[in-house]
């Protein structure tokens, strides 16, 4: 079954050119993109879709979330607004709740969050466990997360718990709980940060994790300068996240490495921290991915427009540049080349704005401007 789509005022396909295309058409056929060009030159469809002078990008992919969680933390964001810092401490209190959750109630508040994340033309996800904390915690998020994202990547080494030893927690994030999570996931992730864990250890935690075969990611230099850009572009991992507080040598580290820099500004927005100098970046040559991190604590939004705006309001990103770093680029830090972007052959997740551009995403920040959604050649919004 193929359906051909037109009146489209604007297509990025964010394909290997990054054109924006105009008086393009796209047909879709199954789950996947089966044509792109000029809409003079269609090829016959069984069906046709007209959305009417509106822009078409591909589905945002957000590649670092935290969705597997229990329980609220508005009292400590709030408290955070009237000045008290954010020190990643409140972890524990989202993993004793996590931990008292029914799977039922794991998997309802999950499909919440997907849900909401699609209807803003979020259509390929990563989470990430890290709210259990022991073997079996650990392994329940990693299965519950399998059911409905994408990408699923191993969080044991997110805190050392309450009351744990430090040395003992990391050894066993290396050992025995990435030996029982691993099977479950493809990517394994440390927050490698003064409070959370060393270099040291967060080395030991993702050369065990490589050594199974797993994809690396870290949570890198968040708080402070510190170690973990470094020890991500060393051990060749996919993506280093948070990049908030760079070095000189961090930003040339990144630009001579494949390691992308994701950037996560809704984070650095409630945690009343700097915006991470993403001009540096991309000046410098590396790779820039623009993602939520949604999670309870700190950074409770879905919404991938509201990073694509604030990139290019207070990051200083063009427009095209927010539009890559939410879709091709998360995908390359996913080391998918099917979704992000709408060449032929790529799976059908499409994202139609209400707009005539997609240059309407910063020009109008803050307005919905979801029109609809294909998820795998299937239209899922409205
Ligand atoms: O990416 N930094 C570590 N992990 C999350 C925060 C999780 C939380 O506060 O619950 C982050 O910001």
Not at 85 to 105: F, L
Not at 118 to 143: I, N, S
Not at 243 to 250: E, G, K, R
Request: proline share 4%; with cysteine.
């Amino acid at each position: 079954m193929s359906t051909l789509i037109t009146g489209i005022a604007e297509l990025r396909t964010q394909d290997d050119d990054l054109a924006t295309l105009r008086g393009a058409a796209l047909v879709v056929d199954g789950d996947r993109v089966a044509w792109v060009g000029s809409a003079a030159r269609a090829p016959a469809a069984d069906s046709r879709v007209d959305v009417g002078g509106r822009a078409v990008l591909p589905g945002w992919v957000d590649s670092h979330t935290h969705l597997l969680f229990a329980g609220d933390r508005t009292a400590e964001f709030a408290a955070r607004m009237a000045g008290e810092p954010y020190t990643a401490g409140g972890i524990a209190t989202t993993v004793a709740a996590t931990r008292a959750a029914t799977d039922d109630e794991l998997r309802a508040n999950l499909r919440r969050h997907v849900a909401e994340a699609l209807a803003q033309g979020t259509t390929c996800l990563e989470t990430k466990t890290g709210y259990g904390l022991t073997v079996d915690d650990e392994v329940r998020l990693a299965r519950l997360a399998a059911e409905q994202v994408d990408e699923v990547t191993y969080l044991g080494a997110h805190l050392v718990p309450p009351g744990a030893d430090a040395g003992a927690y990391a050894a066993l994030a290396a050992g025995d709980m990435l030996a029982a999570v691993a099977p479950h996931v493809r990517w394994a992730d440390v927050f490698c940060e003064t409070g959370a864990f060393d270099e040291s250890r967060s080395r030991a935690v993702l050369t065990a994790a490589a050594a199974r075969g797993l994809g690396l990611r870290v949570h890198g230099n968040q708080l402070g300068r510190g170690p973990g850009v470094r020890l991500a572009v060393e051990l060749g991992a996919a993506s280093v996240d948070h990049c908030t507080h760079l070095a000189p040598a961090d930003v040339d580290a990144l630009a001579g490495s494949t390691t992308v820099a994701t950037l996560l500004p809704a984070c650095d927005l409630s945690t009343r921290q700097p915006l991470p100098d993403a001009r540096a970046l991309l000046d410098a040559g590396a790779a820039v991915a623009l993602a939520t991190n949604c999670n309870p604590g700190s950074s409770y939004t879905s919404s991938m427009a509201f990073c694509v705006a604030t990139a290019v309001l207070q990051m200083r990103m063009t427009v095209d540049e927010a539009i890559t770093a939410a879709t091709r680029t998360p995908a390359r830090s996913l080391n998918r080349q099917d979704v992000g972007h709408l060449a032929a052959g790529a799976r059908a997740d499409i994202h139609v704005l209400d707009a005539p551009s997609a240059t309407h995403l910063a020009y109008r920040p803050g307005v919905p401007l979801t029109h609809s959604v294909w998820r795998r050649g299937t239209r899922v919004i409205p």
